[in-house]
């Protein structure tokens, strides 16, 4: 295995070690199934960067997949918010709902929105368990949401951009230019 490889594995484990302990801690089977959708989304959107052969994707993946569990850790830390059951105190945002909203906007961005529709769903349906469960209300969901999405769009580039629309805007002039390459 190249050193590269070996990092990417090392950086992909970590991040579903440090999603993976909620997922003993529940005894629902409602919460069980949204813990396992929570790091099979994201597992499927690395594993996409493999069926499609797509190293540079992969490389976009992990900065994507790192941004965003830093940022949920650190945001954790920081505002300290009690969860609705009172449990403790790592509330806002939710991780689970953050690791599943990237994994589906990985794919939406970099693949296409068709192909990550069923991921979406996925991704609801662990807000709504992390709801169902009392450890988040909506606001620590959605903030979750808006993390796990705003990592992938910013970080992750289209696997066939052939389209490009730019804006020109001057104190005279209003345009747009469309250009697709065939």
């Known amino acids: 295995m190249s050193h590269k490889k070996c990092a990417a594995s090392i ?30 989304i994201p597992a499927i959107a690395y594993g996409s960067t493999y069926y499609m052969d797509d190293t540079a994707g992969r490389k976009q993946f992990y900065g994507s997949f790192a941004t965003n569990l830093a940022a949920t850790q650190v945001l954790k830390a920081t ?45 609801g349906f662990v807000a709504y368990t992390r709801l169902e469960a009392d ?32 804006t020109n805007l001057a104190p005279d002039y209003y345009g747009l230019t469309v250009n697709y390459q065939f």
């Open 11 to 40: 950086l992909l484990s970590s991040g579903l070690i440090l999603t993976s302990p909620i997922c003993i801690a529940n005894d629902s089977d409602l919460t069980r199934a949204g813990d396992i959708v929570a790091v099979a």
């Open 79 to 123: 505002v300290d918010k009690e969860r609705p059951n009172g449990s403790d105190n790592n509330s806002f945002p939710s991780r689970h709902v953050s690791v599943a909203f990237q994994g589906a906007s990985f794919i939406h961005k970099r693949y296409g929105l068709q192909y990550s529709i069923p991921a979406y769903v996925g991704a």
């Open 135 to 166: 450890e988040h209300d909506t606001t620590d969901v959605l903030a979750g949401a808006a993390l796990g999405i705003a990592s992938s769009m910013f970080l992750t580039k289209s696997y066939n951009d052939n389209l490009h629309i730019a």
